[in-house]
């Protein structure tokens, strides 16, 4: 019913920046929240940075100052600009979009998409 599709990942050295990009696509009414989560190997999903769909956002303590979300709304989009890359920012990364109404659906669902790699070298 909607697919998200991640851009943007790779390998950078530290102090490097990157650019991801998701885009959501299918019979969307409206997205609440959309944001980015990463999983490093050996540990759990964690969140990254959220936005609602009012502009408000939420970041991890880890990432505050250095990475900055973005959204446009219209085109359901979300970015994430991360600046000042430390090699711990090694891991796959998730775009998220929550309580997503659909044409279909009257329930609110959350939907993820297929992850980008992001690796950071010291």
């Known amino acids: 019913q909607v697919q998200l599709v991640e851009s943007g990942g790779g390998s950078v050295q530290a102090g490097g920046s990157l650019r991801l990009s998701c885009a959501a696509s299918g019979r969307i009414l409206s997205i609440n929240i959309m944001g980015w989560y990463r999983q490093a190997p050996g540990k759990q999903r964690e969140l990254v940075a959220t936005?609602?769909?009012?502009?408000?956002?939420n970041y991890a303590e880890s990432v505050k100052g250095r990475f900055t979300i973005s959204r446009d709304n219209a085109k359901n989009m979300v970015a994430l600009q991360m600046d000042s890359l430390k090699p711990e920012d090694t891991a796959v990364y998730y775009c998220?979009?929550?309580?997503?109404?659909?044409?279909?659906?009257?329930?609110?669902?959350?939907?993820w998409g297929q992850g980008t790699q992001v690796t950071v070298s010291s």
């Open positions: 936005v609602t769909s009012g502009g408000g956002t």
């Open positions: 998220n979009a929550n309580r997503v109404r659909t044409t279909t659906d009257w329930r609110e669902r959350s939907y």
